[in-house]
């Protein structure tokens, strides 16, 4: 069962992202640069939402949102890498509540491995940003697996079970021998995002496989929420991707789109009677204090299954394959 799905969890994250909502106002109201477009350098943006501290622009010549003005880049690696007391306390939330270590999943129908072991059913695979190792317990099943993580905390915790490599891609020069690669939930918080790819590309071997997922500007769910939709909590967005943000992406760094999909309409009906009646307490998705509100997530995401309605680009988040060209 989703930890999503468990109230007592989400009454917890709402207290939380109160305290980052916090810390985004005082982030908001000290040094800002403005910036041009960290995807092609243009400089001709133009508003897309505001989240009610930060302004998101979006840049016509290809489509990347982004923050902007936005917190110094070097304050939000110095997060990642430091001991920031949010994100500490995020992991002891999500430990709590963590029901162990998962058994082998089914890799053919499993969200997070379909993709990948439709393509490359083995070999070597580096999960960048991995975090305690949510994601390498899931994989290690079926491929010979590595992360990559900044943090030092959360590198002890994964490096307890896997092979993990603690820094920055960029400066720990790798070989060049993984045959995939995945990015699960990053993208959208860093600062150089053609950098980043750039240095993926250094480390696959010829055809790797990329596997990313990250949030999707192009979503129903970030129509009707603008800045309040999820992908815009607080201050650790940088940039938000849609299908041709992607290619350009893409076509700047070395790869080509095997394959693309968006997945999670995100859309509640709790939510939008939140959203449109109380919009003073409405957390996109974490509005629990709800009667039968965790009931309404079980129930609705099963009848979007059961309907298997093709949400084609308009999912709240992007999965998209990319080879090394
Ligand atoms: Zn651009």
């Given at each position: ?212 997922n990250t949030p999707n500007s192009d979503s129903y769910a970030t129509r009707l929420f603008g800045g309040k939709c999820c992908h815009f909590y607080g ?68 009848a979007q299954r059961q309907l298997g309605q093709n949400l084609g680009q308009r999912g709240n988040y992007l999965v998209a394959l990319l080879v090394k060209s």
């Amino acid at each position: 069962m989703s930890i999503n799905y468990r109230q007592e969890y989400n009454l917890e994250i709402r207290g939380w992202l109160e305290r980052v909502f916090e810390k985004a106002g005082r982030l908001a109201a000290g040094s800002l640069l403005r910036r041009s477009c960290p995807l092609c350098g243009g400089v001709d943006t133009r508003p897309f939402v505001n989240n009610g501290f930060f302004d998101y622009d979006r840049c016509p010549g290809c489509a990347l949102v982004f923050q902007n003005p936005t917190v110094d880049p070097q304050a939000v690696n110095d997060g990642f890498t430091g001991s920031d007391e949010l994100l500490e306390d995020y992991f002891k939330i999500s430990a709590k509540y963590k029901t162990g270590v998962p058994t082998k999943p089914d890799p053919r129908s499993h969200g997070k491995l379909r993709d990948i072991y439709g393509v490359r059913p083995e070999g070597r695979l580096l999960d960048v940003g991995c975090s305690v190792g949510d994601f390498l317990h899931l994989a290690k099943y079926f491929y010979d697996v590595e992360g990559v993580e900044v943090n030092p905390a959360t590198t002890a915790i994964a490096a307890q079970h896997f092979r993990v490599h603690c820094g920055f891609l960029s400066d720990l020069r790798l070989p060049l021998v993984y045959d995939i690669v995945t990015l699960n939930q990053i993208l959208y918080g860093v600062p150089d995002p053609v950098g980043l790819l750039r240095d993926i590309h250094a480390v696959l071997k010829t055809d790797g496989i990329l596997c990313l997922n990250t949030p999707n500007s192009d979503s129903y769910a970030t129509r009707l929420f603008g800045g309040k939709c999820c992908h815009f909590y607080g201050y650790t967005t940088q940039n938000v991707f849609n299908p041709e943000a992607l290619s350009h992406l893409c076509a700047k760094a070395g790869f080509r789109i095997l394959t693309m999909r968006t997945e999670w309409l995100d859309i509640y009906t709790a939510d939008l009677r939140e959203f449109y009646d109380r919009p003073d307490r409405f957390i996109h998705k974490r509005n629990t204090h709800l009667p039968d509100y965790e009931r309404g997530f079980v129930v609705e995401d099963e009848a979007q299954r059961q309907l298997g309605q093709n949400l084609g680009q308009r999912g709240n988040y992007l999965v998209a394959l990319l080879v090394k060209s």
